[in-house]
T-cell receptor, first 115, second 115 residues
């Protein structure tokens, strides 16, 4: 049982390039989220999804796109990378509320540097 | 809007000292969840505790204890007899009762435990 898998773990991009951070979970969780972590800022919600085909914006969505075509995958796309998007990105998944023993599973993080 | 404040940016203690990490939250929801996570130098997020807003009982787990007080909107975390391995960044987080897909994190407290 792999849990939440994020790839790549490290990436260096040039300003203006696009890329996709992959997130996959094998627990059949309905809810998935992307956060970014910046020094002194804690983790902030970028986008989230409550099921296949349903996504919504979080606190800091600008410059990012998401889609949820399957329950398992929730990729995060950087359309035109900017130095301000240098950050550590975490993907999370959880069951919908009401499920017994519900908890949140985080990926190991993806370190992204935009130069 | 929901907000979590961790006013202590960094705390330094000597091994075996007790230390309390403060967390103050704001929410208009009557039902919500509070979390504590540990982020060691390796970067992953380690779940420590989840507390429902209806459950104000204090909790103890080994050297860790949590004090939840709705009257002061606080959910403080105490480590007794700290150890070097406790050195990490600790995050307090808040979630609406509608689902764990939208966590609001505090900015974190870095704890340094020296031998």
């Amino acid at each position: 049982n792999a849990g939440v898998t994020q790839t790549p773990k490290f990436q260096v991009l040039k300003t203006g390039q696009s890329m996709t951070l992959q997130c996959a979970q094998d627990m059949n969780h309905e809810y998935m989220s992307w956060y970014r972590q910046d020094p002194g800022m804690g983790l902030r919600l970028i986008h989230y999804s409550v099921g296949a085909g349903i996504t919504d914006q979080g606190e800091v969505p600008n410059g990012y796109n998401v889609s949820r075509s399957t329950t398992e995958d929730f990729p995060l796309r950087l359309l035109s990378a900017a130095p301000s998007q240098t950050s550590v990105y975490f993907c999370a998944s959880t069951r919908s509320m009401g499920a017994p023993g519900n908890t949140i599973y985080f990926g190991e993080g993806s370190w992204l540097t935009v130069v | 809007a929901q907000k979590v404040t961790q006013a202590q940016t960094e705390i330094s203690v000597v091994e075996k000292e007790d230390v309390t990490l403060d967390c103050v939250y704001e929410t208009r929801d009557t039902t919500y969840y509070l979390f504590w996570y540990k982020q060691p130098p390796s970067g992953e997020l380690v779940f420590l505790i989840r507390r429902n807003s209806f459950d104000e009982q204090n909790e103890i787990s080994g050297r860790y204890s949590w004090n939840f007080q709705k009257s002061t909107s606080s959910f403080n975390f105490t480590i007794t007899a700290s150890q070097v391995v406790d050195s990490a960044v600790y995050f307090c987080a808040l979630s609406p009762a509608t689902g764990f897909q939208k966590l609001v994190f505090g900015t974190g407290t870095r704890l340094l435990v020296s031998p």
